[in-house]
């Protein structure tokens, strides 16, 4: 069994991301090698999702290593992504007597990653977090790069995506993607969607091969072929890892080859994510739209935006169009509210810059920009050419 190691090396600090099948066997060991050897316990957060013997492979494996496990199970949706889960797992760990020195572990997809990771941010001011994504979307998004947060209701009763959060960096990121064999298609098709994403910046952050990598492998990548997985997600993680390492706090000066690249498609996407009743394939029992299906709507609206800006040619976005129907993700959708609706979601999205709406848009294959002076008729467009 091959096992990959992708550093992510920070400026004062810096992590591994392991990739490869059967890891979480040896968490244990992994976690005691990047912990102080004074932690005595670990507070472990789960997805339900997860399948049992793999927590029980988790659990046994920590508590070889002398950790003592405190276990807390979450039903993974964007409603448990608030602050009332987050104060509930706060004072679940206040209860074991978890000290600075002992771990958090995540066992999960991206909302158990973010949530794990915001507890172990915050409570007493930081404790380590080892990240163990059990989806492709956490493997090679959310368990890499520290962002951690939960979503925020206002008044109004509208959902603010991570509003509220910090940036702790793991100590150690295990991907171990045995965890995929039990993911169904549909949360296999999200997490393709950020790594179609990537391929869509790869030339921006100096990741170039990877857009023809994909291409070549479409068909192994959409058969789930292991070995082909555990390179995909080697390799996207690779990319994120060098964002990550050269924008740590996605800094307004970095822009141009910076972390904002990595919003490519989630301005958009995120005004339609949490929309009632919006489904992949019309049926509205398959509502809402998963983050990486509102994603891919997103990155075909920001490539028909800058079309209508006159800023990219059509096929990129023809080209994506053409992935998202080779791996199974919609590229347009039914049932979406009014445009003036989602213009004003995309403006209380937090990349907003003041009442500027700021935008990752592509110029060309595997390239990006940011962009603050979209005109409204480009947005238009963009939402216009998303609506089934
Ligand atoms: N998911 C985007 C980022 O981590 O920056």
């Known amino acids: 069994m091959t096992v990959q190691t992708v550093r992510v090396q920070l400026e004062r600090s810096g992590y591994d991301i392991v990739v490869g099948g059967g890891l979480i066997s040896s968490i244990g060991q992994r976690v005691r090698g990047v912990i102080s050897e004074r ?14 013997a793999h927590v029980k492979g988790l659990v046994e494996s920590v508590e070889g290593a002398g950790l003592r496990a405190h276990v807390e199970v979450i039903t993974p949706s964007e ?7 987050y104060g509930r797992l706060l004072a679940g760990i206040a209860g074991t007597n978890h000290g600075r020195m002992d771990p958090v572990i995540s066992l999960g997809g991206g909302i158990v990653c973010d949530l794990a990771g915001f507890v172990a941010a915050s409570y007493r001011r930081g404790v380590p977090v080892v990240q163990c994504p059990s989806t492709l979307l956490a493997m090679v998004d959310a368990s890499v790069g520290g962002k951690t947060g939960v979503n925020l209701t206002l ?12 940036f702790h960096q793991p ?14 298609g549909r949360h296999r098709r999200s997490g393709l969607s950020e790594c179609i994403k990537h391929a869509w910046i790869c030339r921006s952050v100096g990741h170039e091969s ?39 706090h996605e800094s307004p000066e970095a822009i141009a080859g910076g972390r904002m690249l ?5 301005t958009f996407g995120h005004a339609i994510e949490t929309l009632e009743g919006v489904s992949p394939d019309g049926d509205p029992g398959n509502a809402p739209l998963h983050h990486g299906e ?13 079309q209508a800006l006159g800023r990219c040619p059509p096929s990129i976005g023809d080209s994506l169009c053409e992935m998202l129907t080779r791996v199974g993700l919609p590229w347009r959708v039914s049932g979406l509210v009014s445009t003036d609706e989602i213009i004003e979601r995309m403006g ?22 940011i962009v603050d002076d979209a005109s409204a008729e480009s947005v238009q467009a963009g939402i216009e050419s998303i609506r089934g």
């Open 210 to 248: 990877l857009r023809g990598w994909m291409d070549e492998n479409l068909d192994s990548i959409c058969g789930f072929d292991p070995a082909i997985i555990e390179e995909l997600v080697a390799r996207n993680v690779a990319l994120k890892a060098s964002v990550v390492a050269r924008d740590e």
């Open 79 to 85: 409603s448990v992504k608030s602050l009332e889960s």
């Open 171 to 184: 100590s150690l990121v295990c991907a171990d993607v045995g965890l995929l064999d039990s993911l169904e």
């Open 262 to 266: 990595l919003n490519f498609g989630h």
């Open 348 to 369: 209380h999205d937090k990349k907003a810059v003041g009442s500027t709406i700021r935008l990752v848009l592509p110029t060309g294959e595997g390239c990006c920009e």
């Open 155 to 166: 008044g109004t009763g509208g959902v603010m995506k991570n509003l509220v959060g910090a």
């Open 294 to 306: 509102a994603v891919a709507l997103g990155m075909v609206a920001a490539c028909r935006c800058a």
């Open 39 to 52: 932690a005595s316990r670990a507070f472990v957060v789960v997805d339900s999702g997860v399948p049992r």
